[in-house]
């Protein structure tokens, strides 16, 4: 019988996680906001596997719209073997200007959200024959892993670190029988930020910035994933994926 995995968020890193997922074998069950073209290349891509993709438009901000979604995978497939929470808003916010409204949004949308589907997809994970039932992934920021954070980010950043806790107090709770574990990216692709806006210097940012003078490999993402979704003795470990980003630091004006 075919592994079934759930992932949050498809439109960037996301999307090439899935159709990994796709191509490990794995049923797909895609929770999504505003990629429905990306979602719609899944199913296309899913279908010349012979695998099926099962998507949820919901808004992470708002419980009540994803809550099911692990009960309704379950109905579907019989069971539920991985949860990869990869999806996160990005924005800058000047600290000054942080609006208690902010604060609840980051939270809701990485901690809140992470948590409920983690907490409803273990419960059908535990139905699995296996001694390890079920695996989490969490993906977080190298800066809060690593507890240097960077300027003008402070909801965002508080949300990581709340979501990088929230990892190690999964796998407390969730053992000896689902894994819970968090990759800690750093420079992947250009950020795109809530407005829209890219910043227009990121192959000098990625030489003066990160020890290795290139972005993380979205192979190395790739690869990780499938250790951390075969790894039987691993629980409760962030991994940092920032190509030494740590070693060297960050601008003051990301």
């Given at each position: 019988?075919?592994?079934?995995?759930?992932?949050?968020?498809?439109?960037?890193?996301?999307?090439?996680?899935?159709?990994?997922?796709?191509?490990?074998?794995?049923?797909?069950?895609?929770?999504?906001?505003?990629?429905?073209?990306?979602?719609?290349?899944?199913?296309?891509?899913?279908?010349?596997?012979?695998?099926?993709?099962?998507?949820?438009?919901?808004?992470?901000?708002?419980?009540?719209?994803?809550?099911?979604?692990?009960?309704?995978?379950?109905?579907?497939?019989?069971?539920?073997?991985?949860?990869?929470?990869?999806?996160?808003?990005?924005?800058?916010?000047?600290?000054?200007?942080?609006?208690?409204?902010?604060?609840?949004?980051?939270?809701?949308?990485?901690?809140?959200?992470?948590?409920?589907?983690?907490?409803?997809?273990?419960?059908?994970?535990?139905?699995?024959?296996?001694?390890?039932?079920?695996?989490?992934?969490?993906?977080?920021?190298?800066?809060?892993?690593?507890?240097?954070?960077?300027?003008?980010f402070s909801p965002y950043l508080v949300a990581k670190g709340?979501?990088?806790?929230?990892?190690?107090?999964?796998?407390?709770?969730?053992?000896?029988?689902?894994?819970?574990?968090?990759?800690?990216?750093?420079?992947?692709?250009?950020p795109m930020l809530e407005n829209g806006e890219k910043t227009?210097?990121?192959?000098?940012?990625?030489?003066?910035?990160?020890?290795?003078?290139?972005?993380?490999?979205?192979?190395?993402?790739?690869?990780?994933?499938?250790?951390?979704?075969?790894?039987?003795?691993?629980?409760?470990?962030?991994?940092?994926?920032?190509?030494?980003?740590?070693?060297?630091?960050?601008?003051?004006?990301?």
């Amino acid at each position: 019988m075919s592994k079934v995995a759930v992932i949050t968020g498809v439109r960037r890193i996301g999307f090439y996680i899935a159709q990994y997922l796709l191509n490990s074998g794995y049923h797909l069950a895609v929770l999504y906001k505003s990629s429905a073209q990306r979602v719609e290349e899944l199913k296309f891509y899913a279908e010349s596997l012979g695998k099926e993709l099962l998507p949820f438009e919901v808004d992470l901000t708002k419980p009540e719209t994803y809550r099911g979604v692990p009960q309704k995978v379950f109905e579907h497939f019989g069971r539920i073997d991985a949860l990869l929470n990869v999806a996160s808003p990005f924005g800058r916010r000047e600290f000054f200007e942080v609006r208690e409204e902010d604060l609840r949004f980051y939270f809701s949308a990485i901690v809140e959200s992470a948590f409920i589907l983690s907490q409803k997809s273990a419960e059908f994970m535990l139905k699995n024959s296996t001694p390890v039932k079920g695996r989490i992934v969490n993906f977080g920021d190298w800066a809060t892993a690593e507890g240097k954070p960077y300027k003008n980010f402070s909801p965002y950043l508080v949300a990581k670190g709340g979501l990088d806790t929230l990892t190690k107090v999964l796998a407390v709770e969730l053992a000896p029988h689902i894994l819970v574990n968090e990759i800690a990216l750093g420079p992947v692709l250009p950020p795109m930020l809530e407005n829209g806006e890219k910043t227009d210097h990121w192959e000098g940012y990625i030489r003066e910035k990160t020890l290795l003078g290139r972005p993380v490999g979205l192979d190395d993402i790739l690869s990780a994933v499938g250790f951390l979704l075969r790894a039987k003795s691993l629980t409760g470990e962030i991994i940092t994926l920032d190509s030494g980003q740590r070693f060297v630091g960050v601008s003051k004006n990301y």
